[in-house]
Every structure is written in structure tokens, then in C-alpha cells.
């Protein structure tokens, strides 16, 4: 919280003001896309890109990028070009790319 009091010399001051700041979190957007849209059976590689934004309204709320997750590879930081302990200010990307073997039968879906 903080106060804030008129300027001069004193005489002429309103009262004391509480103001509350509020801190608005950071956002980010990630987008994943693959550079084939299918593989031949049995299978083949295909190449991830991900692109992590720092998506904020605010100046002051940079991101750090601490940990990476994907719910069908395991990825952890050093796989691909993929890197942790990076900041992102308002507006920078984080590009990473890494690659993995698709296997399956014909009509089977792949993520």
C-alpha cells in the first residue's frame, strides 16, 4: 500500500490517500507446430518448433523460463535446442526446436 500526499508546503494538503497497486501477473502464449502434417507408415521423424511469447500488458513483468513440460515427449532442458533459465520482457520469443520418431499403423492419429 502506499500513501500519497498533494505537493507544497504543507498548509494546503488534503488528507492522506491510501492507494493499493495491484500487481498484475505475467502471460504468456506457447504455440507447437510440427513441419510435417503426416508420416508414411511404420513411421518417421518430425521436427517441433515451439515458441514461447511473453504475452504481458505491463512493462515491468518479464517471465522466466525455468522448466519446459510436453504431454506426449518426454523433453527436459538440452533436448533439441531447448534451454531453461532464460527471461522473456514483454513482447520477446523463446524459440526451440527438437525432433521425435513417430510410429504407428495407417489411420492411426498421432499428436
Not at 2 to 31: E, Q
Not at 84 to 96: D, I, S
Request: glycine letters at 10%.
Amino acid at each position: 500500500m502506499s500513501t500519497w500526499l498533494s505537493s507544497g508546503n504543507g498548509s494546503n494538503c488534503s488528507a492522506p490517500i491510501d492507494v493499493t497497486i495491484t500487481n498484475v501477473m505475467p502471460s504468456v502464449s506457447i504455440l507447437k507446430e510440427g513441419n510435417v502434417a503426416a508420416v508414411t507408415e511404420p513411421g518417421g521423424q518430425v521436427t517441433y518448433t515451439v515458441t514461447v511469447t511473453n504475452t504481458s500488458a505491463y512493462f515491468d513483468s518479464p517471465v522466466s523460463i525455468d522448466a519446459l513440460s510436453d504431454n506426449l515427449f518426454d523433453i527436459t532442458s538440452g533436448t533439441g535446442t531447448c534451454t531453461t533459465g532464460g527471461t522473456l520482457n514483454v513482447g520477446e520469443q523463446a524459440v526451440c526446436t527438437y525432433t521425435k520418431n513417430i510410429t504407428g499403423n495407417f489411420g492411426d492419429e498421432a499428436f
